[in-house]
């Protein structure tokens, strides 16, 4: 199953004046389908730097969501990076052409004023639809401007869609149910947890590696030192499809108890199903 990555651009992110909520928005849409998040990039708005994460999201084989910097002020510059990236000039979409017309449209009847395609206003707009060569259109239920999506040699697709949240997270649904219905899973899988009090990691790594290695699921530990309530411990679990988290977990309780762990309270949270 092809793995799902995010990348998140703009200034204002990581100058602190925004913080994101993309992140957060993604790994759900993607969970309610029973798919995870493998990756996460935020660049900031530098030409190069965006040219580089997308050249190496086209080539990952990926199915990549870009928010942000698609729009035609001086600081956006998603789209043409994107075109430097697969080395494809920049082209008025027809289709983008006609949704941005409709929406200039709409906004003259708002004002009450005639439509007038040649105001310089309305020129510049068009500029929004200007996208590489080759580009598919992905609708905005917003304001019609549309965002886009692109295929990379290297087997990675990347949709680009805007920064607004109220934009870009009904257009990243979009894409998920219309583009990757065959995807989705039908039942999400589990994820179970102990808390291990005043645990090592190096210690118990040989038991992670038993229970990776026995059993089909994905081991993880989260250590914290300083816990107002636990104080120094680890959250040890394992997570992946339910039937083999079952067994693994029973597995992992048995090994702790042989190393005469001390044992917290457990957890159990739903996950996704494993890609």
Same mark, same amino acid.
């Given at each position: 199953?092809?793995?799902?990555?995010?990348?998140?651009?703009?200034?204002?992110?990581?100058?602190?004046?925004?913080?994101?909520?993309?992140?957060?928005?993604?790994?759900?849409?993607?969970?309610?389908?029973?798919?995870?998040?493998?990756?996460?990039?935020?660049?900031?708005?530098?030409?190069?730097?965006?040219?580089?994460?997308?050249?190496?999201?086209?080539?990952?084989?990926?199915?990549?969501?870009?928010?942000?910097?698609?729009?035609?002020?001086?600081?956006?510059?998603?789209?043409?990076? &994107?075109?430097?990236?697969?080395?494809?000039?920049? !082209?008025? @979409? *027809? #289709?983008?052409?006609?949704? /941005? %017309?409709?929406?200039?449209?709409?906004?003259?009847?708002?004002?009450?004023?005639?439509?007038?395609?040649?105001?310089?206003?309305?020129?510049?707009?068009?500029?929004?639809?200007?996208?590489?060569?080759?580009?598919?259109?992905?609708?905005?239920?917003?304001?019609?401007?549309?965002?886009?999506?692109?295929?990379?040699?290297?087997?990675?697709?990347?949709?680009?869609?805007?920064?607004?949240?109220?934009?870009?997270?009904?257009?990243?649904?979009?894409?998920?149910?219309?583009?990757?219905?065959?995807?989705?899973?039908?039942?999400?899988?589990?994820?179970?947890?102990?808390?291990?009090?005043?645990?090592?990691?190096?210690?118990?790594?040989?038991?992670?590696?038993?229970?990776?290695?026995?059993? &089909?699921?994905?081991?993880?530990?989260?250590?914290? !030192?300083? @816990? *107002? #309530?636990?104080?120094?411990? /680890? %959250?040890?679990?394992?997570?992946?499809?339910?039937?083999?988290?079952?067994?693994?977990?029973?597995?992992?309780?048995?090994?702790?108890?042989?190393?005469?762990?001390?044992?917290?309270?457990?957890?159990?949270?739903?996950?996704?199903?494993?890609?």
């Amino acid at each position: 199953m092809s793995s799902f990555g995010l990348i998140i651009i703009g200034d204002e992110i990581l100058s602190g004046k925004r913080q994101d909520k993309h992140m957060t928005q993604v790994i759900q849409l993607l969970q309610a389908r029973g798919l995870s998040l493998a990756w996460c990039q935020l660049v900031g708005d530098d030409r190069q730097r965006i040219t580089a994460a997308l050249a190496q999201a086209f080539g990952s084989g990926d199915i990549v969501f870009s928010c942000g910097g698609i729009g035609a002020t001086p600081d956006d510059h998603t789209r043409q990076c &994107a075109g430097a990236a697969l080395g494809r000039e920049l !082209v008025l @979409h *027809p #289709q983008a052409r006609d949704l /941005i %017309e409709s929406r200039m449209r709409d906004l003259a009847a708002e004002q009450g004023v005639p439509f007038d395609p040649t105001r310089p206003d309305n020129v510049h707009r068009y500029n929004m639809g200007v996208f590489p060569q080759g580009a598919r259109i992905i609708p905005n239920p917003y304001n019609k401007i549309p965002g886009f999506s692109l295929d990379g040699p290297g087997g990675g697709t990347v949709h680009f869609v805007p920064g607004f949240p109220v934009m870009a997270w009904p257009m990243i649904e979009w894409a998920l149910d219309e583009l990757y219905p065959h995807l989705h899973q039908a039942v999400a899988g589990l994820e179970k947890s102990v808390i291990v009090m005043g645990a090592m990691e190096a210690a118990l790594t040989p038991l992670m590696e038993r229970i990776e290695a026995d059993h &089909a699921v994905k081991v993880f530990s989260l250590p914290s !030192v300083d @816990h *107002p #309530q636990w104080g120094r411990h /680890i %959250e040890l679990g394992v997570k992946g499809a339910t039937a083999a988290v079952e067994a693994a977990y029973l597995a992992l309780q048995a090994g702790l108890r042989e190393v005469g762990a001390q044992l917290g309270p457990e957890m159990v949270r739903k996950a996704a199903a494993p890609n």
